[in-house]
């Protein structure tokens, strides 16, 4: 009886986690190790946490290697000493080197959460959905030592709903990932899927987020900051500072939804008692769900009541 194909795994984020777990679910291969990033310190205590993925690892009773550099020579030589035919890649977090890719005998599989050529890098979820993307996918894509430039094994596509915030597309594509993997290795194993060279046109990058880009500029339209505001839930947030008698205080906003309306960009428009609607650019966004600085979430017309309010800023 031919042995099992012999998969090592590297992930380190939640949805890295899901696609292992659907990997390890298929007794057509085995997974013989999961390689994550290092445990970070967390908390007020800064205690070490595992990685998702290794906490997936550790259930399913795979080992675990956790390499402070994909690049470390002594951790790429015991990765050939396990002889894989095929790595599997999904969320790792680092670029990996050519010395690395060239190990197992088949190559290595990413799982990309974009429709490649766009939105390579470290945010495409975000991203797709702030820019208004009707549609988005997962690719799974032979690597390279390029940024997501190998070649392409095949993709599956999801429409982007108007309730998708960050969090449902990434959970949503998370899925998608691992039923696109399981149902494709089979056939990539055996040979029977030619990869196929990324298209020239349509290349896009997909930045690192920063804390900063949940601030919500109000002079931009109010269909934007609403794409932004669902794009950058659950992190960093929506946010802005409300201003009142001269000091500003900083307010999370939660939910909200573009509406009609014009006026200066961060005043509050009269649209009835208990609403809380501000003018942007272009068009309105009514806040419906916010969080002031050191307080809980509230509806609008809670906020109305107990914060005094010029304009927002």
Known sequence: MPSLPRLVFMGTADLAATVLRRLVADPRWQVVLAVSQPDRPKGRDLTLQPTPVKQAALEAGIPVDQPAKARDTAFIERLRTLGPDLMVVAAYGQLLPQSLLDVPRL?????????????????????????????TGVTLMRMDAGLDTGPIVTTAITPIRDDDTGQTLHDRLADLGGDLLVRSLPDYLEGRISPRAQ???????????????????????????????????????????????????????????????????????????????????????????????????????????????????
Not at 107 to 133: E, F, K, M
Not at 285 to 304: D, K, Y
Request: charged content about 20%; overall charge positive.
């Open 107 to 135: 190559g290595c599989l990413n799982v990309h959460t974009s429709l490649l050529p766009a939105y390579r890098g470290a945010a495409p979820i975000q991203w797709a959905l702030a820019d208004g993307l009707a549609e």
């Open 199 to 313: 298209p020239a046109n349509g290349v896009s990058l997909a930045r690192k987020i920063s804390k900063e880009d949940g601030r919500l500029m109000w002079d931009r339209p109010a269909v934007e900051l609403w794409r932004r505001l669902r794009a950058f839930t659950p992190w960093p947030g929506a946010f802005c500072h409300a201003e009142a008698g001269g000091q500003a205080r900083l307010v999370k906003i939660h939910t909200a939804l573009p509406c009609e309306g014009s006026g200066r960009p961060g005043e509050r428009i009269d649209a009835g008692k208990g609403r809380l609607v501000v003018a942007c650019g272009t068009g309105a966004l009514e806040l419906l769900v916010v969080q002031p600085e050191g307080g809980r979430r509230m509806e609008a017309a809670a906020f109305l009541a107990g914060h005094p309010l010029d304009r927002f800023v």
